[in-house]
C-alpha cells in the first residue's frame, strides 16, 4: 500500500527572493486586459537594470499601458514549487539596437510582425512556494 503525499501548502516569499526564482526561471505569461476580455499570452524574459524584458506573440499595438507578468514551477512529484507575479508600466522596446540586443539573447515563439518586445517596471512583486503543511 502506498502513503498519500503530504499535504503542501502555500507559504509567501520576500520580494527579493520572488525576484530571484523569476530572474532564474523558464517561459512565462503576459496577462493583460484587451477591449475587455483577459489575454493571456506565452513570454520569454530576462531581469535587468529593475525592470523585466518580456518577449511574447502579441502586436505592439495590444500591449497595454500596465501588465502582469508571471511565472512558475511545479513538479508532477509533490514538492518545492512556486509561483511569481509582477505588475506595473509596461511599454514596447522601440529602440532599434536595445531590440536586436534583447532579440539575440530571447528566443521567440513566432518571429515576425506579432513579435513584440516590451519593458515591464514591476510595481508589485509577488511570490509563493510550495511548503509540506505541519502535522
Not at 27 to 56: A, F, K, M
Not at 91 to 100: G, Y
Request: charged residues 20%; aromatic residues 4%.
Amino acid at each position: 500500500m502506498s502513503t498519500p503525499p503530504a499535504a503542501l501548502r502555500m507559504v509567501e516569499v520576500s520580494g527579493a527572493e520572488a525576484l530571484r526564482l523569476l530572474e532564474g526561471s523558464g517561459p512565462g505569461r503576459l496577462v493583460c486586459v484587451q477591449r475587455d476580455l483577459t489575454v493571456i499570452r506565452p513570454g520569454r524574459h530576462v531581469w535587468e537594470y529593475g525592470r523585466l524584458i518580456v518577449r511574447t506573440p502579441a502586436p505592439a499595438a495590444a500591449v497595454p499601458v500596465t501588465a502582469t507578468y508571471q511565472v512558475d514551477e511545479s513538479r508532477a512529484v509533490p514538492g518545492p514549487g512556486w509561483k511569481v507575479t509582477v505588475h506595473g508600466p509596461a511599454e514596447v522596446i522601440t529602440d532599434p539596437d536595445e531590440a536586436a540586443c534583447h532579440r539575440r539573447a530571447l528566443s521567440g515563439w513566432s518571429p515576425g510582425p506579432h513579435d513584440t518586445l516590451l519593458s515591464l517596471r514591476p510595481e508589485t512583486v509577488a511570490g509563493f512556494r510550495l511548503a509540506r503543511a505541519e502535522a
